[in-house]
């Protein structure tokens, strides 16, 4: 069995979020397994919201916290959450994001580098938030959403999921 979670902007937190939490006691016991069935081996994520600091999309982490924004905003921001059981991470944004901050992923790769974690990452110089495969299959009925210097993602993440796959 091979887990990998992946998820864009706010769900890119929450799969950040279970790939730092996975081994906590109570999520095994939540849901009546044990923690290393639990285990991802991979994440995924692609223009995600990692921080609630400096540079948070305040929007996710008030939606997501409510009144207990202070009580749990460094619980939940992903950069400060980082330990030795956080799966490698493929992860990538534009640094042209309107929406969230592209040094939300520059923290994340710091954080990661730190604890050894293996990391493949991909910063592209234009793009708005949203873009998904940036190309004609994602894009809006006004045709919004086609950036051709992104969309050689899914090229790179083929490529790493390969010597993953092959492991």
Known sequence: RKLQLWDFSAGGHL?????????????????GVSSEELRPDRMILCYPVITSGEFAHNGSFECLLGDKYDELKDELSIEKNINKDTPACFVWHTKTDNCVPYENTLMLIDSLKEKNIPVESHIFDKGDHGLSLANKVSMDKNKWGIEESVQVWTDYLEKWLDVWRNE
């Open 15 to 31: 799969a950040a979020s279970y790939s730092i939490k996975w081994n906590e006691n109570w999520v095994a016991e939540k849901l």
